[in-house]
């Protein structure tokens, strides 16, 4: 859609806007259609960023490191201890392996973490690249 840059039609949009519709009042059918059309533009822009979005959710990292770190921790441990300390330091990975899953589950569902811990990747349009080599 081409973009008018009429002054005069954008103060009455802003006017029609800020007024408060009568019940036997009709709104001029430029403003309207001018409305109209500033709202597919709005949509159309948010389906294509929708489309052109990537969201990968990264709320599972602190446990799931916290497991890594606990199993490397554990293959260490337990090359160089043998016996009674072999066992009590699998067993305390094996703990806190668990604490780091109760607490990343308890800070997704107080701290909303699902929604801010968020990897946004977005895609380049092709146009635009096919438009700016020269």
């Known amino acids: 859609m081409e973009k008018h840059n009429d002054p005069r039609l954008e103060i009455q949009l802003q006017e ?3 007024a408060a519709p009568g019940e036997s009042e009709l709104p001029d059918p430029i403003v309207n259609a001018r409305l109209k059309a500033r709202l597919y533009q709005l949509q159309d822009a ?3 960023e929708k489309q052109s979005v990537r969201k990968i959710p990264l709320w599972y990292l602190p446990a799931l490191l916290s497991i890594v770190g606990n ?3 554990c293959l260490a ?3 160089l201890a043998a016996g ?3 066992h009590m330091v699998l067993a305390m990975a ?3 392996s668990i604490g780091s899953i109760v ?3 308890v800070g ?3 701290a909303s973490w699902k929604e801010t811990l968020v990897l946004v990747l977005r895609r380049r349009d092709k146009n635009k690249e096919e438009g700016s080599v020269s």
Request: positive net charge; charged residues 15%; aromatic residues 8%.
């Open 108 to 110: 997704i569902r107080r």
């Open 94 to 96: 094996l703990y806190t």
């Open 46 to 48: 948010k389906e294509a």
């Open 16 to 18: 029609a806007l800020a």
């Open 71 to 73: 199993l490397a921790f």
């Open 84 to 86: 009674i300390l072999q």
């Open 77 to 79: 441990a337990g090359m």
């Open 103 to 105: 607490l990343t589950a």
